[in-house]
């Protein structure tokens, strides 16, 4: 029996180009799975006369409060960028379904009216935390249930909308984290005078 040459030549194309793709992407996922070989060079935050100095090394009684600092600088800098985006969303929603701002956001961070029965069932979960009656915080309780539920629609928001792709965070627009604390000998004040 014989076979035709183009079909043995296309298959043979074929297994080569799987073959290739095969040793393509088992590199790719070792690569990945043993992560980065090169450790990015970490930011210089200052220079005394002409040396410049890492978190790292900083006196040693400036280096966590430092990164202390850093990270909730980057903690608040995201959640500004959150509920910035937040924002541009509502803004697009008024725009397409032609709604002012604010009947945009309340359309979308809806939750539904507040029950007096969960206004209870809070009162009576928290009830060492009030020292006045029911009657009295009532509204308090329930505008606190409608803030704690807008709070985690506006987060379900955000994590659909990061699902689809459609919002991205950039962590290099970041200042640097500090390094954990892993041993990393932070310079004493005394050598920092010394050139």
Known sequence: MKQNPALNRTSFIMMFFAFALGMILSNLLQQHAQGPSIEPPSQVILNYRGQDFRAQELPSDFVEPYCRLVRQGVVQQLSLLAQAALNIHIAELAQREQLSFEAAREKILAVGEISDAMVEQYYSDH?????????????????????????GRSQEIMRGLIDRGDLIFFPDAQPPLCPANDGAKAMPADKLTQN
């Open 127 to 151: 009830a060492a935390k009030f020292t006045r009656p029911l009657f009295e915080v009532k509204e308090e309780i329930r505008q606190s249930i409608q803030r704690t539920l807008s709070k």
